[in-house]
């Protein structure tokens, strides 16, 4: 997948979330929008520099953060899609600017690249929309919904449901293949393997199918299946880095 964010719009700063959010607006980012987030994606697909530069949510920056999520800014990128404006959870409705598959498409695509550029691993701590930041980071929100409900696809409903979506889209997106088949979206249900029959060395763990060697497994390493090509598999580690191994050393976990 193509990147669509300039690279003067992510300056040198060690970031260690990207929070998804969005902005109870109109399909165009207005004023206050670009105060709050470093990077919105209008309704055209068309993405929109926040005010804020993303340096500023570093960790002792000194400088006014772009105030995404509450007391959860530091350290964190804000991104938003600009829709929903009139929208309801109970019952829902996606009201007059209802979020769209391209924005949220275009979404997918910038975090992956956020996740490339700053070395975040793609995890529910790590990479998460708003609607689960009380819940998995502990840190009180003010009844924040977004994102709860997909309007172009009704069937995802509830924040982790809907976030799990969003890191298997993302974690596939840094290698731009698609997705293996899988009953459900959740990573806790996704295929899990076992790394087995490496001892006493280990197995390596590649960019790429056959490619660039990143890393390496020791043997007992449990991890889930994001895709497939022929013998290769896309895996995720319990840390959330994401590459490929040799599917002959991976023994299926009940």
């Given at each position: 997948?193509?990147d669509?964010?300039?690279?003067?719009?992510m300056?040198d700063?060690r970031?260690?979330?990207i929070?998804?959010?969005?902005?109870?607006?109109?399909?165009?980012?207005?004023?206050?929008?670009?105060k709050?987030?470093?990077?919105l994606?209008?309704g055209t697909g068309a993405?929109?520099?926040?005010?804020r530069?993303?340096a500023a949510n570093a960790?002792?920056?000194?400088?006014p953060?772009?105030?995404?999520?509450?007391?959860?800014?530091?350290g964190?990128?804000?991104v938003?899609m600009?829709c929903m404006?009139q929208?309801a959870?109970?019952p829902?409705?996606?009201g007059?600017a209802p979020l769209?598959?391209?924005?949220w498409?275009t979404m997918v695509a910038?975090?992956?690249?956020?996740?490339r550029?700053?070395?975040i691993?793609?995890?529910?701590a790590?990479?998460?929309?708003?609607?689960?930041v009380q819940?998995?980071l502990?840190i009180?929100q003010r009844?924040?919904?977004d994102?709860t409900?997909?309007?172009?696809?009704?069937?995802?409903v509830?924040a982790?449901?809907v976030g799990?979506?969003?890191?298997?889209?993302?974690a596939?997106?840094?290698d731009?293949?698609?997705p293996?088949p899988s009953?459900a979206l959740?990573p806790?249900?996704?295929?899990?393997f076992?790394?087995?029959?490496?001892?006493p060395?280990?197995?390596?763990?590649?960019?790429n199918p056959a490619?660039?060697v990143?890393g390496a497994?020791?043997?007992?390493?449990?991890?889930e299946?994001?895709a497939?090509s022929?013998?290769?598999?896309?895996?995720?580690?319990p840390?959330g880095?994401?590459?490929?191994?040799?599917s002959d050393f991976?023994v299926?976990?009940p």
């Open positions: 997948m193509a669509l964010i300039p690279k003067d719009w300056p700063a970031m260690e979330r929070h998804v959010h969005w902005t109870a607006g109109r399909h165009a980012a207005n004023a206050t929008d670009r709050s987030y470093h990077i994606v209008e993405l929109v520099r926040g005010a530069s993303i960790r002792g920056s000194g400088l953060p772009a105030a995404h999520t509450l007391n959860a800014n530091t964190a990128i804000g938003s600009c404006h929208a959870e109970h829902f409705a996606g007059a769209l598959k391209l924005q498409d910038v975090v992956a690249q956020l996740a550029r700053y070395a691993p793609v995890t529910r790590t990479i998460l929309t708003h609607a689960e819940s998995t502990g009180l009844n924040k919904w994102i409900r997909l309007a172009f696809d009704p069937s995802v509830g982790h449901p799990d979506r969003m890191r298997l889209e993302v596939v997106a840094l731009g293949l698609n293996a009953p959740a806790e249900r996704l295929p899990r076992r790394v087995q029959g490496v001892a060395s280990t197995l390596t763990f590649r960019r490619g660039e990143t497994l020791p043997e007992g390493t449990l991890v299946r994001l497939m022929q013998q290769w598999w896309q895996v995720r580690t840390r880095f994401v590459g490929w191994v040799s991976l299926a976990v």
